[in-house]
Structures are given as C-alpha cells and as structure tokens.
C-alpha cells in the first residue's frame, strides 16, 4: 500500500492509519475496491485485537463507508452484513432506527425477502410504536404477502393515529379485511362505526356498514343508519331516486 501500516505493531494507532487509507482511496483517489480492502482490514484488526468497545464510534464510520461503498458496486450481502454490525454497536435509538429501515429496505427491493423486510419493520415499531414510515411499508408487505390478521392490526393502528381523510380512508381498509378476508362481519361493523357521522356521507362505507351490521345480525341498526344517510341526501339536495332507493332499503329493514 506504501502506507507504511504493515510496519507498525498491532494497536490503535495501526488501526487508525489503516482507516485513513481506506478514506484516502475512497474519497480522494476513487478506488472504491482498494477502499472496502483497507476498511475490511481495519474491522479484522478490532476483532482480532479486541478494544472492547473503546472504538465504537471509529467502527460505526468505518462500517458507514462500508455499506456506501459496498452499496455503490452493488454487493448487496456485504451491505447487510455491515449494518448488522452497525446495529449491534450504537446506542441511539434515532440512528438505530435508520439502520433498521436501511436494512428493511435491501432486504425487501434489492435481496426480494419480504419475510425478512419484514422483521425489521416490525423491530422499528419496537422502538417506536407509531412509526409511519415502518406502519406503511409494513401495510404493503403483509398485504403482498396475504398476511391477513397482521394487516388488519396495522391498520388498526394505523386508523388510530390518523385524522382528517388519511383516517376516513383507513377505517374503510380495515373493514374490509376484517369482512371479506378473515371474515369477521361484527368486528368490521365496529370499525366503521369509529367514522361516526362520517361512516355515512361515503356512499361505498355506509353500504359495507349496513352489510356488516345485517351479517351480524343488528338489523335495526342497519336500518337506522340508512335513514341516517337518507336525511343527509335530503339535506345536500340529492337526486330524489337516490333518496327514495335509500328509504325503500330502510323500511324494508323494519
């Protein structure tokens, strides 16, 4: 290397010679392979030299470019491999969260294992219960996954947090798995009724709600939400047929 490591005794200062010629070849030269060498070998040292965790934060930089580096020419195993190790030594929770959704993400787009992916959502949440970043991406993957009862609780927690239009699409979502997926009328039926006044404005929400409640058996409080929505057709001035279709319903429910 013409560095002049190799003639150094074990130690710290080899080490840190070791890591500035990897920084050397990464940023200064653009020999990214010459680069990961000089990392690689400086990681070897602190394990087979063991520091004790004197020099956390020196191996948290020397993996940061790692897994940039390893990143860059596509070695997506190494990636990992590097932030696991990452993971294992820090200590702030903000940074390790990072290192979660990073590997969540290889693991889901660029080594296509959703289980995995996955996982490491699913330890995001651990950290932080309300995660939307990690909600979300989970959302996609059990449902591609058809992980049907991990979903609905997502979405339950999702729904939870929400407000405003997020919220009065997620509940709908929810209802819909609980009823034609795990096929559970009287829990979908409770989850819109968390709309309230808003389960009945939607045409398609109050028409699953009304189903549920008659899957359920709750006849009559199917028929009072109709003439719920009835009203709030009158009041908006809808079409008299769309009024009238919904009165019939109704009386035909008593």
Known sequence: TGSGDEALPPGTERRLRI????????KRLERPYEAIDAYERFLAEVDEFDTGGDEAPVQLDALAALCELYGRVERWPKVVDALARALDLERDLAKKRELRLRLAGIYERELGQPATAIEHYEAVLGLAGDDEQALAALERLLESQGRWEDLE?????????????????????????????LGNPDAAASALRELGADAVVDAEGAASLVRNLRRAGLVHEAARLLAQRAELLEQRQAPATEIVDVWLEAARLR
Do not use: F, H, T
């Open 153 to 181: 609780d997502v979405l339950a927690r999702r729904s939870r947090k929400a407000a405003g239009e997020a919220r009065i699409e997620l509940v709908p979502r929810r209802a819909r798995i609980l009823e034609e997926k």
């Open 19 to 26: 890591l500035e010629l990897g920084g050397l070849y990464e």
